[in-house]
């Protein structure tokens, strides 16, 4: 079944305590995303990837890590957690970077800060 | 910029009624213009896309969409609701011929259905 699988689902920290969420696809895609969803604010990108080694900023990169070593996964890290980082986070994977094609969507994890 | 406007934070209508959602939407020449569906503690769905052609789109779960440029909107529309269509939906705009990456999300719309 072609998915994209977050973990942790659900996750509570404390501020300062490094963190590490991970995203995985098994499309074979080469575009990955992350973004954060809060309330009365959507969606926010927060860093994309267009393909292995390839990741820049999105709207809100301050405070998160990515890296893309393999096609197939792209964790988010936290290296120090603080309490407005507490989101639902999603990663979203899509074919490639020239089709604004269909962006497929993990289930989400939900993570608090306190 | 571009940006994408949804005017209605929250929308109730009855199972069996017809359903608009609005969406309007910023940018300077012909844009791309999806819609998304999020249903209770899931990832976003795709529902339907616009890239070129009929103005009039048709999607999944007896979605459609209009593209009207001389309003800059892309309105969802379903003839008859299901309980099941209690989601929050988004409308997102990105550049033609672009990729996924410059895609940018409205605020989202909560549908609630009335048995």
């Known amino acids: 079944e072609a998915q994209v699988t977050q973990n942790p689902r659900y996750l509570i920290t404390v501020t300062g305590k490094k963190l590490t969420v991970t995203c995985s696809q098994n499309?074979?895609?080469?575009?990955m995303s992350w973004y954060r969803q809060d309330p009365g604010l959507g969606l926010r990108q927060i860093y994309y990837?267009?393909?292995?080694?390839?990741?820049d900023k999105g709207d809100v990169p301050e405070g998160y890590k990515v890296s893309r070593k393999e096609k197939r996964n792209f964790p988010l890290i936290l290296e120090s957690p603080s309490p407005n980082q507490t989101s639902l986070y999603f990663c979203?994977?899509?074919?490639?970077?020239?089709?604004?094609?269909?962006?497929?969507f993990g289930e989400g994890s939900r993570l608090t800060v306190l | 910029a571009q940006s994408v406007t949804q005017p209605d934070i929250h929308i109730t209508v009855s199972e069996g009624a017809s359903l608009e959602l609005r969406c309007n939407y910023s940018?300077?020449?012909?844009?791309?213009l999806f819609w998304y569906v999020q249903s209770p503690g899931q990832g976003l769905q795709l529902l339907l896309k616009y890239f070129s052609g009929d103005t009039l789109v048709q999607g999944i779960k007896g979605f459609e969409a209009e593209f009207k440029r001389s309003q800059s909107s892309f309105n969802l529309r379903k003839p008859s609701v299901h309980w099941s269509d209690a989601a929050e939906y988004f409308c997102a705009v990105g550049p033609s011929g672009a990729g996924s990456y410059q895609l940018t999300f409205g605020k989202g719309t909560k549908l609630s259905v009335i048995p």
């Open positions: 990837s267009m393909n292995v080694e390839a990741t």
């Open positions: 499309m074979n895609h080469e575009y």
């Open positions: 940018y300077g020449a012909t844009p791309y």
């Open positions: 979203a994977s899509s074919l490639g970077d020239r089709v604004a094609g269909e962006l497929f």
